[in-house]
């Protein structure tokens, strides 16, 4: 039976197998079997852990497919970092951008800003610029590849290394699910990879311009994140059940 062929509870079962083996693995062999799953893409964020897997998949010429959403709202050094990892490595990096339409209608109905008014004004605005473009950076995909750690907030403490996605029925791989941010960093410079100069400016964890600031010393990775909202587990809604999560409105 192919990955194709496979049904829900089928795939659960692949998601326990590939979890316990992923565990025994490096980065570039976890990369590696990700890939032999079947058709593999990796959506990156070209944050510092998505970095490490790009140079992974460059460096090994591995066969997954590299996607990044392309809000429309992102910070300067962030789409510059996209042209500048695609050289260095080689690869090409599809992205997927809202519809204009979209854009359109958010704005009249709540204000091209208005995501700082309400949680649902937020999540309406993730839908149409990260949920809707990651449908189709996810069309057609068995496995999505994501750079998930354990460490990087409490809502993300228990992260697997692979899981079914029932809502996207995919398997979910998060290869660096058990790697600290000093480790991150260690590799980062070893390999020399490129990464966002906002890091070094104190922002661990990088979004969209008007949804990210820098984190003060002995904050979560993630405080910086929509921070004006009280909610602990402040999510975008891609790692997120919808059924699990608040309605997300369909703007
Ligand atoms: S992070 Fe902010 S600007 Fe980006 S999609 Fe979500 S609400 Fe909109």
Redesign the pocket.
């Known amino acids: 039976m192919t990955l194709q062929d496979a049904d829900g509870q089928d795939r659960t079962a692949l998601a326990a197998t590939l979890d316990a083996s992923l565990q025994n693995l490096d980065l570039a062999g976890r990369l590696a079997l990700a890939a032999e799953t079947g058709h593999a893409v990796f959506t990156t964020s070209l944050g510092i852990e998505d970095q490490v897997i790009t140079a992974a998949i460059g460096t090994h010429r591995l066969p997954i497919d590299v996607s990044t959403l392309e809000?429309g709202?992102l910070f300067r050094e962030t789409v510059d970092l996209i042209g500048e990892t695609e050289e260095r490595y080689d690869i090409a990096i599809r992205r997927f951008t809202p519809e204009q339409d979209d854009i359109d209608a958010y704005a009249a109905q709540y204000g091209l800003n208005g995501?700082y008014d309400s949680v649902e004004a937020?999540h309406a605005?993730?839908h149409?610029?990260?949920l809707k473009p990651l449908a189709k950076a996810l069309a057609g995909a068995d496995v999505w590849i994501t750079g998930l750690r354990r460490g990087q907030s409490g809502n993300r403490a228990s992260t697997p290394f692979a899981e079914y996605d029932a809502e996207r029925n995919l398997i979910k791989i998060n290869p660096l699910a058990d790697w600290d941010i000093e480790t991150i960093r260690a590799h980062v410079a070893s390999e020399a990879i490129p990464v966002n100069p906002l890091h070094a400016r104190g922002y661990p964890s990088i979004?969209?311009e008007?949804?990210?600031r820098a984190i003060k010393p002995g904050e979560p990775e993630r405080a910086g994140r929509?921070w004006w909202e009280n909610d602990e587990k402040r999510e975008?809604g891609l790692h997120v059940p919808e059924s699990a999560a608040e309605a997300i409105p369909r703007a």
């Open positions: 809000t709202r995501f937020r605005c993730c149409v610029r990260k979004g969209c008007p949804c990210t929509w975008c």
